[in-house]
C-alpha cells in the first residue's frame, strides 16, 4: 500500500485537529439553533396578521422571504468570515511557537507542503461550513415559505469563496505575526472590503470618480464584498432584480442588493488572488527561521 503524500496527511490532521475542538462543537450547535429559529420565524411569514389581515400574495411572500434570506446569509458569512479569521491566522505560527512545526519538519519534509496541507485541511472545513448552512438555509426557507433561491450553487460557491479568501489572508499572516494579531488584520480588511464596496456604490451613483475608484481598489485588494454580492444575486427572485435595475445606480450602494452576477474578470480575479497569497504563505514561511 502507497503511503499517502505529505501534503494531505498534513491536511488530515488539520481537519482532525481543527474537528476535535469545542470551537467548532459549539459552532455547528449555534449554527443548527439559527437556522431553525430563522426557519420557524419564516414560517410565520403567511400570517394574515402581518399584513393588515390581507394573507401575503405568492410574489410578495417570495420578495419578502428571500430578503430576509440574504439577511441571514449575511449572517453566516459573517461567522463563517471570523471562524476562518481565528483558525487560519494562528495555524502557523501556533506551530512554530509551541515547536511542533519544528518537530515536524525536522523529518524530510518540504515546508510547502505543510504549508500547502494546511490551507487545504481548512479550506475542506470553509468549504463543507459554507455548503452545510447554505443548504440547511434554503431547506429551512423552502418548507416554511415555499420559497428556493434560483442559483443555490452560485450561493455556495461565493459563501465559500468568501470564506477562502479570508482564510488564505490569514495564512499568509500566520507566517509572520502571532495568531491574535493576523486574525483581527484579516477582518479588517474583510470589513473595509465590505465598506468600500459600498463606498464604491455611492460614488457610483454620485459620478464620483475617487470614490469609485477607490472602491474599485478596495475589491482588488481583497476581493471578498464582490463575492458577497454574486451569493445575494444568487438568492434574489427575477422581480427583486428587475425591481432593483429600475431603481438606476444608487442601487449599486446597498450591500444586500445586486443586479448583475458577479463580473467574469472578477471571478477570475478572486481565484488568481487566493493562488497569488497562498503562494505568497509558501514563501514567507520558507524563509522564516523556526
Given amino acids: ?26 459552532l455547528a450547535a449555534l449554527t443548527l439553533v439559527v ?65 511542533l512545526a519544528l518537530a515536524l519538519l525536522a523529518r524530510p519534509v518540504r515546508r510547502s507542503d505543510f ?12 468549504v463543507a461550513y459554507a455548503a452545510g448552512t447554505a443548504l440547511l438555509a434554503v431547506l429551512g426557507v423552502w418548507i416554511a415559505t415555499g420559497y428556493v433561491p434560483p442559483n443555490v450553487a452560485g450561493l455556495i460557491v461565493s459563501v465559500a469563496g468568501e470564506g477562502l479568501v479570508v482564510l488564505t489572508l490569514s495564512l499568509l499572516l500566520s507566517t509572520r505575526v502571532a495568531g491574535m494579531t493576523g486574525g483581527i ?17 455611492i460614488g457610483h451613483a454620485l459620478q464620483n470618480g475617487a470614490l469609485t475608484t477607490a472602491g474599485l481598489v478596495m475589491g482588488l485588494i481583497m476581493p471578498t464584498d464582490a463575492l458577497w454580492r454574486s451569493a445575494v444575486f444568487s438568492m434574489e427572485p ?16 446597498n ?11 472578477m471571478l477570475v480575479w478572486s481565484v488568481v488572488w487566493v493562488i497569488a497569497i497562498l503562494i505568497l504563505a509558501v514563501v514567507s514561511f520558507r524563509s522564516r527561521e523556526i
Avoid at 9 to 19: D, M, P, Q
Avoid at 55 to 77: C, K, Y
Avoid at 238 to 253: K, P, Q, T, Y
Fill in 185 to 201: 488584520v484579516a477582518l479588517v480588511l474583510w470589513f473595509m472590503a465590505w465598506i468600500g464596496g459600498i463606498a464604491g456604490g
Fill in 255 to 265: 450591500p444586500f442588493a445586486a443586479t448583475a452576477p458577479i463580473p467574469l474578470g
Fill in 1 to 26: 500500500m502507497s503511503r499517502m503524500p505529505p501534503l494531505l496527511t498534513f491536511a488530515r490532521l488539520t481537519v482532525w485537529e481543527i474537528s476535535r475542538r469545542r470551537l467548532l462543537i459549539a
Fill in 35 to 99: 437556522i431553525v429559529a430563522t426557519s420557524w420565524g419564516f414560517s410565520h411569514l403567511k400570517d394574515p396578521g402581518l399584513n393588515g389581515g390581507r394573507p401575503l400574495g405568492e410574489v410578495e411572500l417570495r420578495i419578502l422571504a428571500s430578503q430576509l434570506l440574504i439577511l441571514v446569509a449575511f449572517l453566516f458569512s459573517g461567522v463563517l468570515a471570523l471562524s476562518a479569521a481565528f483558525v487560519g491566522a494562528p495555524s502557523l505560527s501556533g506551530d512554530v511557537e509551541s515547536n
Fill in 238 to 253: 427575477v422581480a427583486v432584480v428587475a425591481g432593483f435595475r429600475e431603481g438606476g445606480a444608487a442601487i449599486a450602494a
Fill in 115 to 126: 504549508v500547502l496541507g494546511k490551507w487545504l485541511g481548512m479550506a475542506v472545513l470553509v
